[in-house]
């Protein structure tokens, strides 16, 4: 792993979105710290999902989508032509908002990346799937069920094997979307653990509207309202002393 | 009146419509069965008819039907599913899209026996083909392929497209996407239509009637022609051979047709459970 400039595993430079004529971001510059969390908060609509999902271009298919400015992994570009997707969409894998595992075991969700990346061998896939599911905690509790319908767990360990999935590919970055927001409680202390776990290892970039997640896992924060950066800072600092009014306007709860 | 009687009016003439497509079932059923059932036993239907039909069995028309539907839902499944598949994942909506649906929705409201017609002139005359179990299948695998399409492509569009990202996320191709996660989510809706075709050819009469002849003898390759038992039933009918060997006849239609479609309903039930 090499960092970029300045220990940014990830950084956005004058970026701005578009669907057809719709503006969704204006020239955000962010960047995101190697093995930090970074949490990305702001009302709904502010445009946290679109820069989260700009990071490893699953915008591209979007209709109208158009984008101007640059996203930086390792200081490269990830927009210049020729980019090869399958490979960035593994370095830099995503967790979405409501657990979606396939309708398939639970062996079978966990080896999906390594499969389709061409990996058959029966030893090498359970070393994996064994490495991924210890990562997130669940082998002890999956290792005898590890061929039950992963949609019939609980959503909290259904959100789990996602991540876990996600693991078995040996990401870099990982993306987060709201991946507590479908869960209960005692599921959401789980994730948050597992993060401060995870950020040993990976840049973890989470988009959330709990700002209490935000204040709890997160190293540095980024607050965006209306498509635009407002303030950018350790997230003791954004909480405590935010020096913007509208930043401290919205975790006081006065806007949103 | 009232808007409780109007209500109540309602709820009766609802009722009562539900209740009359019931009993309309029920005696269709029950009458063709009622003096059917009791014709059927082993011998009518494994061993061959007796004097073009009036004693004897039914069993060349049996394996005549087999032949000529498996030919047909082989034929039309693959094509069929490819179709739906370059439809709903490989094109945006546009020209082109919008004309394949428009071909499939104007080639399902086609009428069977213009489908006997078509298959006549281009398979029996044309290719040279003949009266026999290929140009049935063939004609019949044109008449449901409207069929599969629709539910197939209806099937595709309903996985949920949160796994497709993930597919993608995780670094797998469309086609990996579409072979691994797709199609098995899409699976039982494509049985589905697959099994709706497989009725559809089983009690076909106007399209086969044309196209693979009207034969008792068993046949032996797929050049040979076949009598199927839609059409075995509807020549003893109509030409007054034996009622009583078209009741059987159409009891054992009748029950291959009801097996269809509870096949095809418990694969339904299956999926929605899964989705639910």
Known sequence: MTAGAGGHKLRTVNLSVFYHRTQALHGISAAFGERLITAIIGPSGCGKTTLLRCLNRMNDHLPGFRLTGEVLLDGQSIYRPGTDLRRLRTVVGMVFQRPNPFPLSVFANVAYGPRVHGVSDRMELWATVERALREVGLWEEMRRRLDRPAPDLPLGQQQLVCLARLLAVRPEVILLDEPCSALDPLATLRIEDLMRRLKCRYTVIIVTHSMRQAARVSDRTIFMLDGRLIEEGPTAAIFTSPRDRRTEDYITGKLG | ?276
């Open chain 2, 1 to 276: 009146m009232s808007k409780d009687r109007a209500d109540r009016l309602a709820i009766t003439a609802l009722g009562l419509s539900g209740l009359l497509t019931g009993a309309l079932l029920t005696l269709i059923v029950g009458h063709v069965l009622a003096r059917g059932l009791p014709v059927i036993d082993a011998a009518f239907l494994l061993t061959a008819p007796e004097r073009m039909g009036r004693a004897g069995g039914i069993f060349p028309s049996v394996v005549g039907t087999l032949a000529v539907t498996a030919l047909a839902v082989a034929i039309a499944t693959p094509l069929g599913v490819m179709t739906a598949v370059y439809l709903a994942e490989y094109t945006r909506e546009g020209f082109f899209v919008r004309l394949c649906r428009f071909a499939t929705a104007a080639l399902a409201g086609i009428p069977s026996i213009i489908f006997g017609l078509f298959g006549f002139v281009l398979f029996v005359i044309r290719l040279g083909l003949g009266w026999s179990v290929l140009s049935g299948g063939l004609t019949l695998a044109i008449m449901i392929l409207p069929i599969i399409i629709r539910t197939a492509e209806e099937a595709i569009r309903a996985v949920p497209r949160s796994w497709r990202e993930i597919s993608y996320a995780l670094g797998g191709t469309r086609w990996q996407t579409v072979t691994r996660v797709v199609l098995p989510g899409a699976l039982p809706g494509v049985l589905t239509g697959v099994m709706l075709g497989v009725a559809r050819s089983v009690g076909e009469t106007a399209a086969v009637i044309l196209t693979a002849g009207t034969t008792l003898r068993l046949p032996r390759s797929p050049l040979d022609p076949v009598r199927t038992m839609a059409v075995h039933f509807f020549i003893l009918a109509r030409e007054g051979i034996s009622m009583d060997q078209a009741y059987g006849t159409a009891a054992v239609l009748i029950l291959l047709i009801l097996g269809v479609n509870f096949v095809a309903y418990w694969l339904l039930g299956r999926i929605t459970a899964r989705r639910g």
